[in-house]
């Protein structure tokens, strides 16, 4: 194992936007590193710059300040169209309204990525429905997201963002529109994909999810305040890659 | 994302809204139904006269009477015959241009053979005609010069009235057929030479004049109701017809300063001039019909437009799922593009079958040309990625982002 270069390392990274000539600075100096394997919780009240954090680690925006590295690679030096294809191959995303398109059914909208993949047709499909009974879907591959409850249509967008076999699953307030026990199943989903050695951060306001990550990472006004590794009620297993 | 993809993608999507998608490339059919039809419609008509023209033959004089004054009367044009054999045999002597020369004189009248009978025109003349219009037989023979000489009874058919009167099995030489109750013999069946030009019945000039048509009052045995004569080459059609003017005036001893009493024409070149009046127009409708396509273009972009903001949340989920800013481009692109082929499609369907059915109902020759569905299909596709871009373009460039964030 050449575990040696952390998956994503943030180093004093900062973003500041600039409207109408008002600069407002959302993220300053922000410096961690994410491990393979690792499933880690990104806290903070609303205004904090989590989803700045998660837009730039997710390829999506780029820092104003430091510099982002994807498996030693500065984000930065990379072109539009490559971080775009990097997301296609690399980066898994779960948002909070899951963000299914509405006129694909099931199979489909986990199929999409592949198609930024350069993948055909045929083999997309196949590729669909494993990752789809991965989350235990398959059942429903041909249903329109309108046909689905809001824990299952979480769960179709979990199998489109393992569908690549992403380095890295980023879940932007995954359980923000479930209720608790649906929340809870699709926690327990990324525990049991982290076991299996998927690198998940996970971006939440809510501390009993964080508690369930073994690591947390704080933020408060766009600042890292703090950085904590916690006994984990998820016990992690070694990971053999 | 390839071409290919971009397609599905497109088709997927106007599937999914299908009254709008055929709204949207109403305008793009309804141009290209007029491009097509219009084309169709212009061709017919050039093809009908280029085929009168060849008909004619090439580089041939008309000679017609023109006005003449009888006691300071002004008569209207050929009311009196006032060319004559003579003047014919002068122009073949006198005018070096000229290879070919022949008068004639014209009526119709029944043809009878056996049980069947045909209305059609009784042309009196020489052989010269038939070098003049460059007009072949089909089969047998031209009138020998005995016959011309001699008012001979037969005739040569054109092969209208060969179809008419005989089986299609049966030979018509040598078959006796009646003329106003003169039987004649059949020495000659022509080959065809267009619908218009093959209703006729060739009898010689001298036998036209004793047997059938001389016996009106006002004819001179001599005369002859018009003359064709045909020039050697192109270039010396100008010449020829000022010699034949010149030579005309003098025979007929028109004074200085009056009109003649006779016409020259160049069927073919009228005709031509006719020609290029119907490209015209056919270019102007084209032009008109062009404005539809625009404005097509126009609704498929206004409806591209609408449907970028409306789908801004997919275009930004397609960014976060690795989609680069060509995809989506090259997604809205297709769908424009889909768009316009369809409508391309529909609208050649269209343009050929309305032009089919004027054709019918009106009776006219239409002819559609691969080139003008070619050209009609390039318009559209040509009208699909322009009026397509800037939609595209405006998708691509969106932030994911902000994209992301919308509702």
Redesign the interface.
């Given at each position: 194992m050449t575990a040696t270069l952390p998956l994503i390392s943030l180093r004093s990274v900062g973003r500041t936007y600039r409207t109408d000539g008002i600069a407002v600075t959302a993220v300053r100096n922000v410096s961690f590193d994410v491990d393979q394997g690792e499933i880690l919780a990104v806290m903070g009240p609303s205004g904090s710059g989590k989803s700045t954090l998660m837009?730039m680690i997710?390829l999506?925006?780029l820092p104003s300040e430091g510099a982002i590295y994807l498996e030693g690679t500065n984000v930065a030096d990379l072109s539009?169209?490559r971080r775009?294809?990097?997301?296609?191959?690399s980066?898994g995303?779960v948002?909070q309204s899951y963000?299914l398109?509405a006129?694909?059914n099931a199979i489909e909208n986990v199929a999409?990525?592949l198609?930024?993949?350069?993948v055909g047709h045929k083999e997309r499909l196949g590729r669909a429905e494993q990752s789809l009974e991965a989350v235990g879907m398959l059942h429903r591959a041909h249903h329109f997201p309108r046909q689905l409850s809001g824990g299952e249509q979480q769960r179709v967008a979990i199998a489109?963002a393992l569908i690549?076999s992403p380095l890295i699953i980023l879940a932007d307030e995954p359980t923000g529109a479930l209720d608790s026990r649906t929340g809870a199943e699709i926690l327990a989903l990324f525990a049991a994909l982290n076991q299996t050695g998927q690198t998940i951060v996970m971006i939440t306001h809510d501390p009993g999810i964080a508690t369930q990550c073994r690591r947390t990472i704080h933020l408060h006004d766009g600042e890292l305040v703090g950085d904590e590794t916690q006994i984990p009620l998820i016990p992690k297993r070694s990971v053999a890659s | 994302m390839t071409m290919l993809q971009g397609f599905q993608i497109a088709l997927h999507a106007l599937r999914l809204n299908p009254l709008r998608s055929f709204l949207t490339m109403l305008g793009i059919v309804i141009g290209v139904a007029s491009i097509v039809t219009v084309f169709a419609i212009g061709a017919g008509a050039q093809l009908r006269l280029q085929e009168q023209i060849r008909s004619i033959g090439a580089n041939v004089l008309m000679i017609t009477p023109g006005a003449v004054y009888q006691g300071g009367v002004r008569l209207k044009d050929g009311s009196k015959l006032t060319m004559t054999e003579s003047d014919v045999q002068a122009i073949l002597e006198q005018i070096p241009e000229i290879q070919a020369a022949a008068g004639s004189i014209a009526g119709t009248a029944q043809v009878i053979h056996e049980g069947k009978n045909w209305n059609t025109t009784i042309n009196g003349t020489t052989t010269g005609h038939f070098m003049v219009r460059d007009w072949q037989l089909s089969s047998g023979r031209y009138f020998s010069s005995a016959e011309e000489a001699a008012a001979g009874k037969v005739v040569i058919l054109g092969s209208t009235v060969a179809r008419e009167l005989f089986a299609p099995d049966a030979d018509p030489i040598g078959a006796q057929i009646r003329i106003m109750k003169v039987p004649l013999e059949v020495v000659g069946v022509l080959d065809r030479k267009g619908p218009a030009q093959d209703d006729v019945a060739f009898v010689p000039l001298t036998t036209a004049k004793l047997r059938f048509l001389g016996s009106a009052s006002n004819i001179n045995r001599d005369s002859v109701a018009y003359i064709i004569a045909k020039v050697a080459a192109d270039g010396q059609m100008a010449g020829a017809r000022s010699e034949i003017e010149g030579l005309l005036r003098q025979r007929h001893r028109v004074p200085a300063g009056q009109e003649d009493d006779f016409k020259v024409q160049d069927p073919a070149a009228a005709m031509e001039a006719q020609q290029g009046a119907i490209r015209t127009v056919a270019l102007l409708l084209v032009a008109i019909a062009s404005v539809s396509l625009l404005v097509g273009g126009i609704s498929i972009m206004n409806v591209m437009i609408v449907s970028v903001t409306e789908r801004t949340r997919e275009i930004g989920i397609r960014r976060a799922l690795g989609g680069r800013m060509r995809d989506i481009r090259l997604q809205f692109l297709c769908e424009a593009l889909v768009l316009c082929l369809l409508g391309g499609a529909i609208g050649v369907l269209s343009g050929v079958t309305l032009s089919m059915t004027v054709a019918r109902m009106a009776g006219w020759i239409t002819s559609i040309d691969s080139e003008a569905i070619a050209l009609a299909l390039a318009f559209s596709i040509a009208t699909g990625l322009i009026f397509g871009f800037y939609p595209a373009h405006k998708a691509s460039k969106l932030s994911p982002i902000e994209a992301l964030k919308t509702e």
């Open positions: 837009n997710g999506l925006d539009e169209d775009s294809t990097l997301r296609a191959r980066i995303f948002f963000n398109l006129r694909h999409l990525p198609v930024y993949c350069g489109r690549a | -």
